[in-house]
């Protein structure tokens, strides 16, 4: 009961610092906190330039190829994303300790899998420090992205094998298909989640550019290639998910988890459309980036957990033994 509860927290807060990235991205507040660990030498930041060295810009510039103003809005925005970052980390080793205690012998999957969430959000901090000491390298960040979605995806595996204990395999007709059309789909808008971040890699291209930095209603078009195609990509998303909505309608009773859960896919899968439309027609707002990035990250949730749920009896089942650790 204690890791079913801890492993929701520890999701949540997951979600929470996707949250807390795309602020960071949207804002321009990535170099906020020119060094790693500490920010501008000090466990917590100053608040007014006056708290730094009369020579800082001397000391960090070379972090920042020689361009830094300190900026303490973006500063601590940055701060609190490192901060969450952190409570996440404790919050995914807290989860491995409980699975020792509770599942060493009942479920070694689940403790594998709890301390393979400590080694990949370990990673992902480390990878975090070479965002900030590559100055953001888009390469980086792509990989940065790619590895948080794999961190969700594992806890939400150990939180769904928890919580098999007490919940039922539903009745399913063409499971086989549906299997399908979930992976396709699934793969289909991770790859999206990606591009998006090569969406925003050209707008930072665009904003290094002090002729179009200070206009929002020219970035679309300056974005070129990436945008097109990752607004094009979209419309073979939505016609899956809309093809794998009608197939949990047509075969699962609308009474269990899955079909709860397919309504809330449709819910924000419509939020996300609705979000990129604001981007694309109104210049971009900074608010809207991060609510996006992180709607998309949450359907993929949904969506992996769809799958787990319509293979319940086969991958959380006492005898199988390919889920099974000797």
Known sequence: MVFRKLGIVTIITVYLLVLAGGIVRSTGSGMGCPDWPKCFGRYIPPTHVSELPANYQEIYGAKLHGEVEFNATKTWIEYVNRLLGAITGILVLATFVVSLFSYFKKDKVIVFLSFLSVVLIGANGVLGKFVVDSFLKPGVVTLHMLLAVLVIFVILYSIARAWSEVINAETIQNKSQLNKVIIITLVLSTLQVLLGTQVREAIDRVIANPVFSYNRNTWIEQMGLPFYIHRTYSLVILGFHIYLIWL???????????????????????????????????????????????????????????LLLVNSASVFGKHNHLFELK
């Open 248 to 306: 949990i309608k047509k075969n699962i009773k609308p009474q269990g988890l899955i079909y709860k859960y397919m309504i809330a896919l449709v819910a924000i899968v419509v939020i996300e459309i609705f979000t990129g439309a604001i981007m694309a027609y109104f210049g971009v707002p900074a608010y809207i980036q991060p609510i996006h990035l992180t709607l998309s990250i949450i359907s993929l949730g949904i969506q992996f957990i769809i």
